[in-house]
């Protein structure tokens, strides 16, 4: 009897043993699997930002295309560009829906002569930032004041809550995307930041829906930005800082440094005496834009409460205790790739 029962024991063990050793092989393969998979949709090697891939400087391929074309020129668009509708104005230019040989691309034209230098710099902008996170170029003709850009059907980041809530887009509503996109939003600062033309600054963000407007979400869900019109340099080496227009700024969005320091003493507001800032302005209101782009989807108060101590200083009162655009980068890529994980390992145990 005594035999039997051992023999039993024994078969029971090695049954279990490689049963085990069969979940554990698994569970590791599927940490692996997530790690490879963060690996190369958030590369850790963030100082440097990749360049359009596939074209030669000068040059845009869009999604449909076989082959780069070199940038449109006036010849080109007046006689191959037809305007469909206008789909955007503001104060310095109207953008129209148009086609070029079956392609739908955005052509912005100047709206006033009054912001033809605004205009001019939204274009040495868009030439010289060419990258991932700045939407193609198509083509410019400066005799007509015209600029095209690569068309983007969902429009401004604005737009987000509304295309997330039609029926054929609902299953992207969850925190990882939303999360995606805050990582690309910090992407994006962390680029012109340290951008090929110097370190620039987005002036062109006095409230939420503007800085909104300024980023474009694109049809795979992430984010390129858009409008570069303001977008002045900073350079401490040469004493070059900035100050975003000539007129007093109000509200909780801006930065402190944004303000009228006089404005409690009852001194009315002068641009002569309003002092310079720097790119720390756009660290400030990372978290405003990141709880806007997270939305009220499950999950998301968890990633607040990842973010918490990084928002933090992000609301320093004095700009030189903000993080960078870098720094905040590596936070929201480790909570990504750590709440991926986590909610991997949850479903295995089920």
Known sequence: MQGTVGQRSRTTVAYIVPVVGICAAAFLLTNIFIYLYLDSVYQPGLQQVSPLVGCVPQHFKMPTMKDCTAWLQCLQINAEVHELKLIDQGAVKKVYLAEWRGQKVALSRLSSLNYLEDFLHGLSMLQALQSPQVVQLVGFCLEEHIILTEHHPFGSLLNLDDVLEKEHYQQHNNWEMRLRLAIDYVTILHYLHNSPVGRRVMCDSNSLEKTLSQFLLTNDFHLVVNDLDALPEVDMSRNLSVKCGHREVTGDFVAPEQ??????NGKPFSDNLMPEYDEKTDIWKIPDV?????????????????????????????????????DVLKVYKSVYSSMVRDSAGFRDML
Not at 259 to 264: A, E, G, K, Q, S
């Open 290 to 326: 990141t709880w806007f782009l997270m939305g009220k989807v499950p999950g998301g108060d968890l990633v607040h409460f990842h973010l918490f101590q990084i928002h933090e200083k992000c609301k320093k009162k004095d700009p030189t205790d903000r993080p960078s655009a870098f």
């Open 259 to 264: 303000l009228w320091p006089f404005r409690n």
